[in-house]
């Protein structure tokens, strides 16, 4: 498996160089995207930017919202 290039971390995580963020890489062909936690960086979840586009579709339109009681 291809290993991630540079680290990027989440616009959402705010500023500071804290532990409490959201990193993201691709592999040098854009093939893989990895994940992973800023405090747990050895623990990562890979996935392809299609099904990645997807759930980041799904969270922003609401469709994976939990219903209010």
């Given at each position: 498996m291809s290993m991630p290039g540079n680290w990027q971390k989440s616009s959402f995580?705010?500023?500071?160089?804290?532990?409490?963020c959201v990193e993201l890489a691709s592999t040098p062909t854009c093939t893989t995207i990895h994940l992973r936690e800023s405090d747990t960086p050895t623990t990562q979840l890979t996935t392809a930017p299609a099904p990645l586009a997807h759930l980041l579709h799904s969270i922003r339109s609401g469709a994976l919202s939990t219903p209010s009681t």
């Open positions: 995580s705010g500023s500071g160089d804290g532990n409490a």
